[in-house]
């Protein structure tokens, strides 16, 4: 091993362990910006010593990708509203898929390939194209380019069975003739395919998990990648990122109280556009004014504000924490109680709220908060359907039956923010919009806040 490779090394090691350190930072909201600065630092060491290393005689086209792809990301980040957050996470898996593609077919064509590469190369492909095309419709789903309910066709199990067989039997024929190309276009496109209907029979229900197993594939098609490559830092830093995608993902089943396998096969969810309103067999709601929502709120010493998505759709974020410092400046205890699935991706709410500069300290996740609701004056829903429907505790026939969800109707009560009775994206009616106890103001949640900022202020 010469001088240059014992560098490159090291500096693979250094990069490594910041990767590590930056992961552990993002377990909290409070170190997160933090741990993406570490991350930051880790893979820019990886990058520029892998360029010095491999002894690159000319850069224009290395300095042409990191300009366009550096601006497409500024620009990305900079345009990109909180409502479409989910989409672009989605959107930056499957541009990982594909590039592991990319350079696994590059290896395939440019080297000569041994059994063990060919194997490598193999599973790069298959992981990545899954997670490209897969990724693909998660991001029309919720782009609302497709349809948000689970795409069904008969025997479509069966026939994503006979698309993975027809993988393996192409990899084993690849293994004894690598020279055999059409084999290895054709393992590529049955793995776009596989990608393709793996994803449609699952529903907008489900899309914080999908969107968390994706990262897991984009994770796990680097680690493969850095295989066919023989590069240490890839190899890490996809194991790293595929481990933590799949920890993530249990989190998430757990939380909707759901085994992976009924994820990815229960095709469950409706299209959240259409939700199901309230049947005949339902009493009328009481419809409330903003006027009765500000003197109640006035009248709490304690509030718990409930954010889901349609705080997003509204991009009510800034004039919600407005309000919560109105509140807390008349000694009003506020909090908000985040559940694990709120919003379309993992994380959505937190990353949200701190948008909005609310304070690290008063974003309470499920497990603390539960208890408390029933020592509370107002819980305070804003666009949020599913995490907090009653019918998930007794109902056995609903798709959200078992799942754990914020105890929002025991508290003394409850005031809700949509613009109408329709259901989630489980498609199930929230009996809790009917209880005497609950005050339902509809409306676009920005102009509902708002005008309960006004009158805050106009009494204070």
């Not at 601006?71 to 989910?86: F, L, N, R």
């Not at 959240?272 to 109640?296: I, L, N």
């Not at 499920?366 to 609701?373: G, W």
Request: charged share 15%; with cysteine.
């Amino acid at each position: 091993m010469d001088t240059r490779e014992i560098i490159t090394q090291i500096v693979y090691l250094v990069a490594a362990v910041l990767f590590i350190f930056g992961l552990k930072e993002l377990s909290s909201p409070k170190t997160a910006r933090r741990g993406n600065l570490i991350a930051l630092l880790g893979m820019l060491l990886a990058i520029v010593i892998t360029l010095w290393d491999k002894k690159i005689i000319d850069f224009t086209y290395i300095i042409a990708g990191i300009i366009i792809g550096s601006a497409i990301g500024a620009i990305s980040a900079k345009k990109v509203q909180m409502t479409a957050m989910p989409q672009m996470v989605a959107l930056f898996n499957g541009f990982g898929g594909g590039a592991s593609v990319f350079v696994a077919f590059s290896e395939f064509i440019s080297t000569t390939s041994t059994p063990y590469s060919v194997i490598t190369i193999v599973l790069s492909i298959l992981i990545g194209s899954v997670t490209f095309t897969g990724s693909l419709i998660a991001f029309a789903k919720l782009q609302g380019i497709m349809r948000g309910a689970p795409i069904v066709y008969p025997m479509q199990q069966l026939i994503n069975g006979i698309l993975l067989v027809a993988i393996i039997a192409a990899s084993v024929f690849l293994v004894i003739d690598p020279s055999f190309m059409a084999l290895m276009i054709l393992v590529t496109v049955i793995s776009l395919v596989l990608g393709v209907t793996s994803v449609i029979p699952i529903g907008g229900a489900d899309m914080p998990v999908v969107i968390s197993l994706l990262n897991s594939y984009s994770g796990l098609a680097a680690a493969a990648t850095g295989f066919v490559l023989n590069n240490n830092v890839l190899i890490v830093s996809g194991a790293l990122v595929g481990a933590s995608g799949i920890i993530l993902t249990q989190i998430m089943c757990k939380a909707m109280n759901r085994s992976l396998t009924n994820v990815l096969f229960g095709a469950v969810g409706t299209n959240d556009s259409k939700g199901v309103t309230a049947g005949p067999q339902r009493r009328q709601v009481t419809e409330y004014t903003t006027e009765d929502a500000a003197m109640m709120l006035e009248s709490a010493q304690s509030v718990v504000i409930v954010p889901g998505y349609g705080l997003a759709v509204a991009q009510a974020q800034h004039v919600l924490q407005e309000m919560a410092s109105e509140l807390m400046s008349r000694g009003i205890k506020v909090r908000y109680a985040i559940h694990p699935v709120a919003g379309r991706m993992p994380g959505h709410m937190n990353v949200l709220l701190a948008e909005a500069n609310v304070p690290y300290d008063l974003l309470l996740e499920m497990d603390e908060i539960n208890e408390d609701f029933k020592n509370t004056d107002v819980a305070l829903v804003i666009g949020a359907n599913d995490v907090i429907n009653p019918a998930a505790r007794y109902k056995k026939d609903s798709p959200l039956y078992g799942m754990p969800i914020l105890n929002v109707d025991q508290a003394r009560t409850v005031m809700i923010s949509k613009r109408s009775l329709a259901s989630g994206f489980a498609g199930e009616d929230n009996e809790l919009f009917y209880d005497p106890k609950t005050m339902m103001v509809f409306g676009d949640a920005k102009k509902t806040v708002t005008a309960l900022v006004r009158m805050l202020k106009a009494s204070s």
